[in-house]
């Protein structure tokens, strides 16, 4: 990392807007193929001819999850694929394979910013818990004392989709349960090669100089990641290996914008516009997918995503996705009619979590990036902001208003150690730094249920019982910012 570098995850909104997101393009495998995601009506499983029926069409097959009846596909001819492959009956739908990206937009803390924080350092191995930093873990556990009634246990695992883990960070190494798998391509392991995982983890089961939602809880990696960019198939791949693996709760602060409509192709010498089918094939697959997971008791938790944008209205949001498609020279033979959701946040049976603000004596406020909309959130928790006065101009301090967590320690952090005596901890803002609040305190309730019944709740259960013990926020009752209010790991499991 650069001297002194804060991360920020996301796309530029404006003058600024920060966290996980995505460009979606159809990922080429060389200059001349084309990638596509192909959904078979069967839904748990391939028929028995499904590599034929590609290779007929003229692609071949790179990528396959038999149980949700899906692949990827490969051609050099998308024309003569697509209009094959809409007439075969086994077929439910086909859509380009999109690419998620991580953008990272790059803010440095000088040491004039650290004095003139008027936070105080913490010595070398002391707790950074203690002394007042983790104003998010704080506002969400009521100071910690949601540690006291649950905390997580061994019995209840988390399974982290994402970028990966820091194995030997000494704040997540306790609690790392075994197990983890890459979804990767051409990578072996599990290992954190970017931070957002180990920062992500942090936040749900830290225990040590800083401290997470549920410090007992086991916590397994599913790396999607490499350092930039997970095709949406090794996500899904990656949530039914977490389900068949048994894991209570998954977290996948990550995310898109896909359509239930219609995918058109025009093709670039003929100009001939062709449909895809009638259902968007990455919209199929990931219903199957969180299907799936949630029929096996694991409670999904996301991030609602960080453009801004309002969820409640999916023509809008449709608009706007085709522009982001028109500036990409990548996507531009493609286009979509229909209405736009974010997934995997807008999917049926997953917790949607909005980003607020607030610590060190502030209200909660939502996030400036955040995306929201009336039905559309669940719960909110903290992401962090650039503070309460926030006008496009930094302040000294902003970094403080931001979510504190751990990172590898292999990275160089020169802010981390000026402040902290050690690398390891690091400072990111975004909805993905919400969704993982939601899962510690599901994971703190599932626990304290499983040790007081010997059972565990369902999916519905958890999402019910979180949001009736929610902080109220914003306007009284349900509202579009902060939906049915701030996630509470002390009123969960009092």
Request: avoid cysteine; aromatic fraction near 8%.
């Given at each position: 990392m650069k001297k002194g570098l804060l991360v920020f995850l996301g796309v530029l909104l404006a003058l600024s807007s920060f966290s996980f997101s995505v460009f979606a393009s159809p990922q080429e495998t060389s200059s001349s193929k084309q990638a596509f995601l192909v959904v078979f009506k069967s839904e748990n499983s391939l028929p028995a001819?499904?590599?034929?029926?590609i290779e007929k069409?003229?692609?071949?097959?790179?990528?396959?999850?038999?149980?949700?009846?899906?692949?990827?596909?490969?051609?050099?001819?998308?024309t003569a694929f697509i209009k094959s492959l809409v007439k075969n009956t086994n077929i439910a739908s086909l859509a380009p394979a999109m690419e998620v990206s991580l953008n990272l937009p790059e803010f440095e803390v000088t040491a004039a910013d650290?004095?003139?924080?008027?936070?105080?350092?913490?010595?070398?191995?002391?707790?950074?818990?203690?002394?007042?930093?983790?104003?998010?873990?704080?506002?969400?556990?009521?100071?910690?004392?949601?540690?006291?009634?649950?905390?997580?246990?061994?019995?209840?695992?988390?399974?982290v989709i994402d970028t990966g883990f820091d194995f030997n960070h000494p704040d997540l190494k306790n609690n790392i349960v075994p197990g983890s798998?890459?979804?990767?391509?051409?990578?072996?392991?599990?290992?954190?090669?970017?931070?957002?995982?180990t920062h992500v983890a942090g936040t749900i089961g830290a225990n040590g100089r800083i401290k997470g939602i549920a410090p007992e809880v086991g916590l397994r990696a599913y790396r999607v990641f490499a350092t930039g960019s997970a095709q949406q198939i090794w996500i899904t791949n990656a949530i039914i290996a977490a389900a068949d693996d048994g894991v209570d709760v998954i977290n996948m602060s990550l995310g898109g914008t896909r359509v239930v409509g219609q995918w058109y192709?025009?093709?670039?010498?003929?100009?001939?516009?062709?449909?895809?089918?009638?259902?968007?094939?990455?919209?199929?697959?990931?219903?199957?997918?969180?299907r799936y997971?949630?029929?096996?008791?694991?409670?999904?938790?996301?991030?609602?995503?960080?453009?801004?944008?309002?969820?409640?209205?999916?023509?809008?949001?449709?608009?706007?996705?085709?522009?982001?498609?028109?500036?990409?020279?990548?996507?531009?033979?493609?286009?979509?009619?229909?209405?736009?959701?974010?997934?995997?946040?807008?999917?049926?049976?997953?917790?949607?979590?909005?980003?607020?603000?607030?610590?060190?004596?502030?209200?909660?406020?939502?996030?400036?990036?955040?995306?929201?909309g009336n039905g559309n959130i669940n719960l909110s928790a903290p992401g962090g902001d650039l503070g309460p006065d926030y006008n496009g101009t930094r302040a000294p301090d902003y970094y403080k208003w931001l979510v504190l967590s751990t990172v590898p320690t292999n990275m160089k952090s020169d802010t981390a150690e000026a402040l902290f005596g050690s690398k390891g901890y690091g400072w990111k803002g975004?909805?993905?730094?919400?969704?993982?609040?939601?899962?510690?305190?599901?994971?703190a309730y599932i626990a304290k249920v499983y040790k007081e019944t010997g059972k565990k709740p369902a999916p519905n259960q958890v999402q019910t019982h979180l949001q009736q013990t929610a902080d109220d926020a914003g306007k009284d009752g349900f509202d579009p910012i902060f939906?049915?209010?701030?996630?509470?790991?002390?009123?969960?499991?009092?």
């Open positions: 001819n499904y590599k034929s029926i069409a003229g692609g071949e097959v790179t990528y396959e999850v038999a149980k949700i009846g899906t692949i990827e596909a490969t051609t050099s001819n998308p650290v004095e003139q924080s008027g936070l105080q350092p913490v010595p070398a191995g002391e707790s950074i818990w203690e002394a007042g930093w983790q104003w998010d873990i704080e506002r969400v556990t009521n100071k910690g004392a949601s540690h006291a009634l649950s905390s997580g246990s061994k019995d209840v695992v988390v399974g798998k890459t979804f990767v391509p051409g990578t072996t392991d599990a290992w954190d090669e970017h931070s957002h995982g192709y025009t093709d670039p010498i003929t100009g001939e516009k062709i449909r895809l089918g009638n259902d968007a094939a990455d919209m199929v697959a990931y219903n199957r997918a969180i997971a949630t029929n096996k008791n694991v409670t999904v938790v996301a991030s609602a995503g960080n453009d801004g944008q309002d969820l409640s209205n999916p023509a809008k949001l449709a608009d706007w996705y085709n522009a982001v498609l028109d500036r990409n020279p990548s996507t531009a033979a493609y286009d979509v009619q229909g209405a736009a959701f974010k997934v995997p946040a807008q999917i049926p049976g997953v917790i949607t979590v909005s980003a607020l603000g607030g610590g060190f004596g502030t209200e909660d406020r939502l996030a400036f990036y955040s995306n929201y975004g909805t993905s730094m919400a969704s993982p609040q939601v899962a510690g305190v599901a994971a939906g049915h209010g701030v996630v509470n790991a002390y009123h969960a499991v009092k």
